[in-house]
């Protein structure tokens, strides 16, 4: 058990059961005991597409150039990232689009993290961004903003539906052990908008912190141009349970060592459209995104100056971020313009 356990079982027994959403938040955010605030979890936990491969971070950055060139090449802009892990895409986009002419001195890089270990990486990798504890605080001015596997990593609530309303999962303390149960049925009212798709038996889950933050984002973007690029694995609308714990790159019980393992929940790229209105793009296949950004053609000239297992790490990287066995379909894009008919690159 961790330290983290016996903090979690005395709120449980002071409190009663508590919400998957207070839960997660407690194992990721603590902030001297979560798991974003002591670790650096990539490669040991899981590893994310900029991890695996330069060619992420490098159309990320093209994509986003060509949406700055299409919207005019405004002379100063925010270029945002949201959860920037260790810096390594920004720091491919900034390299891919050096020879984008007056993109890099137009551009402030902001990050928006709250794990001082991992910001300490970020400042390693981009030296000149700057940090901020949410996207409220932001600059008013043009905002170009990547999000990859942020959203996944926000608490969620899980209701499931039973004739009478929908109950929802809680985190419990069952003979000094932490228990999943379930609380009594909540009137079905307070899910309206998921009584069409769902029956008995069904779970749905909802990401509170979500719709503020995408509605902080459409705003500025509508108000000052820019755009967004969202990417996450997930799907339309959620259905069932997705909420896993991963360690030494192994999924484990999420329950079992608060603190010391990844949490993560599928994103609902549905609840994204809805906050963003009438501006949010369509939603593609990870995989689709990255072939209509030319990933193949970079992947065949960067093939040219490898060879042994250079290569082959390089042909398998490339197979992993579009395979639609591997995240090419798992993960899905959607981006937020200023305008519906505003088109953003691999997004129409
Ligand atoms: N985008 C990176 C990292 C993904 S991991 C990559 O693709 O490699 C999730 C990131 O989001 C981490 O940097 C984590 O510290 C950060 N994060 C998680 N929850 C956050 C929150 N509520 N506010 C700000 N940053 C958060």
Redo the contacts with the bound molecule.
Sequence with gaps: MTALADLIKARIARQGPITLADYMADC??HPTLGY?ATRD??GADFI????ISQMFGELLGLAIAQAWLDQGSPDSFTLA??????G??MADALRATRGVPGFHAAAQVHF????PV?RAAQAKAVPDAQWH??VTTLPDQPLFLI????F???PIRQFTRDGRGWRETTVALVDDTLTLGLTAAAPLGLLSHRLEDTGDGDMVEICP?LPAIIGDITTRITAHGGAAFIIDYGDWQSKGDTFQALQANAPVDPLATPGAADLTAHVDFAAIAQAAGQTATPMVPQGVFLERLGITPRAQQLAQTLTGDALDAHVAAHRRLTHPDEMGHLFKVIGIAPTADTPLPGLV
């Excluded at 994310?48 to 991890?51: D, I, K, L, S």
């Excluded at 928006?112 to 794990?115: H, L």
């Design positions: 990721l955010m974003y979890p990539f994310t597409a900029p991890e990232e949201l959860g920037p892990g260790r390594t895409l928006v993290e709250t794990s991992l504890d949410s999000a990859n596997e942020f996944d990593a926000l912190a």
